[in-house]
């Protein structure tokens, strides 16, 4: 067996014999499902309906204000303009309102449009006020147009509501939402690779700073070259890393399928909606069911999953190649934090570059240039994947993705080397380009 694959053995032993690991390996999944449980608890409850009162001197909008109210409410407005104004803002100091909507007497209903107050000890939320704002509109609106003649119902009646049919050059019929489902398959690999380089780069950082601020190190290192070292550790913190992410998969699930059948506990998007609502989105959805399902295995399946593979394991290695070389460098995890900001940002660029720019324009030239930038191309790529990409961006992508890998391998070695016999000095990054030197 050679040096390197004792190593991947030693880390992964350790790694798994961990209390913590374990602890945490169990314990997540628990902790992660009884707060999707709890979420999905207080979204159920109902949340308490707020009263608005309503002051109309006028008397043009209170009925359209009552007319709102329906048991499903969030807001229930009263008729309240019969009380005097003073006592009500009074109430309002005292919360027996949420609100006041005080609407005054005045010549004309051109004066209402900015003479209409809003009065709450709290800041309404924008959601409400545009709603208010609405109601106050269409009502003077529609006694507009009847003041100038003009007739509401067949105005109405002309206003055109477009709906576009889509379908593809071939003929075929298309849906809504494609791309949007492109990104959000593409996006979630990506944010994977994100989340397993973020926690388990750490770990591999973490490991290495233990070992030498023990100093065990400076008894391993006497046996074996500090690459062969490196690579060990990364490689068998990955191996740990995979274990523990397939065990919290098989729980968690395991775990909310027992909740949904035993308590009851629907776990997800649908647990707050009704029968009724879920029975009529099924009927709605029916039709075009079939052509969802067929554009999704239209989608390069093999292709993204086999690009997910690949750059999963050239990211991962990427990063953690980074990750043991500032463990090396210093003596502790706060030290760390100078030197990891600059890891982590093109992690942070890469998952907004999918989101706001892939999904506009997916062959765009920021799109195909972060593509292939090594450091953003594990996410950036992946999110384009969905789209269409052709086999030569890919190659390329790949091949400076790996090519960097082992720049990077050879450049974080050096560093390794140097930082890992080095104690009680917090390097500086000028120090650390001279360790490259050595």
């Known amino acids: 067996m050679s040096i390197i694959s004792l190593i991947i053995k030693r880390e992964f032993i350790a790694k798994v014999r961990n209390k913590s690991f374990v602890v945490m390996t169990f314990l997540s999944p628990l902790l992660f499902v009884g707060i999707a449980g709890f979420v999905a608890y207080l979204s159920s409850m109902k ?55 005080y609407i005054p007497k005045t010549n004309s209903n051109k004066d209402l449009e900015n003479k209409i107050e809003l009065i709450s000890n709290n800041s309404p939320s924008i959601i409400f006020i545009e709603k208010a704002q609405g109601i106050i509109a269409d009502k003077l609106t529609k006694d507009n147009l009847e003041l100038a003649h003009l007739d509401t119902l067949a105005i109405k009646n002309a206003k055109a509501e477009v709906v576009l049919n889509l379908s593809k050059a071939s003929g075929e019929e298309s849906i809504r939402g ?11 690999f990506g944010y994977l690779i994100m989340m397993f380089i973020i926690i388990y780069g750490n770990m591999v950082m973490r490991s290495v700073i233990e070992e030498k601020t023990n100093r065990i190190v400076e008894i391993i290192i006497s046996s074996v ?31 909310m399928f027992a909740a949904s059948v035993f308590f009851g506990v629907n776990i997800g998007p649908a647990s707050n909606v009704s029968p009724e609502m879920m029975h009529a989105a099924q009927q709605e959805f029916s039709g075009t069911a079939q052509m969802y399902i067929k554009e999704i295995w239209n989608l390069p399946i093999a292709s993204i999953l086999i690009s997910f593979i690949i750059y999963f394991i050239g990211g991962y290695f990427l990063y953690s190649s980074f990750y043991a070389a500032i463990g090396a460098a210093v003596d502790n995890q706060t030290d760390s934090q100078q030197f990891l900001l600059p890891i982590i940002m093109p992690l942070m660029l890469s998952v907004y570059i999918g989101f706001f ?54 450049f974080a070695a050096k560093i390794y080397r140097v930082g890992i016999l080095m104690y009680g000095k917090k390097p500086s990054w000028e120090e650390l380009y001279k360790w490259l030197k050595y």
Do not use: C
């Open 225 to 255: 070259k500090p690459f062969q070292l490196m690579m060990g550790k990364i490689i068998g913190t990955s191996l740990a890393g995979l274990l523990q992410f397939l065990i919290w998969t098989v729980i968690g699930l395991s775990l």
């Open 357 to 410: 720019t892939v999904i506009n324009d997916p062959h765009g030239t920021i799109a195909v240039v972060f593509s292939m930038i090594p450091l953003t191309s594990p996410i950036v790529m992946l999110m384009r994947i969905p789209f269409g990409v052709p086999w030569w961006q890919i190659a390329i992508s790949v091949s400076l993705l790996f090519g960097t890998f082992f720049g990077v391998v050879w």
């Open 47 to 101: 949340a308490e309906t707020k009263r608005i009162a309503i002051h109309d001197k006028s008397g043009l909008f209170v009925n359209e204000f009552v007319a709102q109210n329906d048991k499903d409410s969030e807001y229930r407005y009263l008729d309240l303009s019969a009380i005097d104004v003073q006592a009500l803002k009074d109430s309002i100091a005292e919360e027996d309102f949420e609100a006041l909507i």
């Open 178 to 188: 494609l791309n949007e489902i492109k990104i959000a398959i593409g996006g979630a």
